[in-house]
């Protein structure tokens, strides 16, 4: 899940989840370029990553005098208005799996 968040706020591997991609890779006997369009996701999760597909645009953000701006989180409340728009029924487990994501993508996207 945080595998998730890092690669949607970064666009691709980091450069040590590319060497952990290249090492997985040459595990199974794969080339890297088979190996590098998707990552692992069990399906159980797919429900948390969806939801947090339907609200990547409600991000707060901070603007930093001189600096990269600061990646806050999302907007819960406009977050919840997609959500209900679009159908989904946030339960305690996809809430914890949804929160995963945000904060790996948070992450990835204040370390650029």
Known sequence: ????????????????DRRAAEADAAFFGLALEEADRSFGLWAENLPALEAFFAVSNQWRVSPVFGGPPLWLGLDYAACRAAWDSAGIVITPELWAGFQTVEAAAKDALNSR
């Open 1 to 16: 899940m945080s595998e998730a968040g890092r690669v949607w706020a970064g666009g691709g591997f980091s450069g040590a």
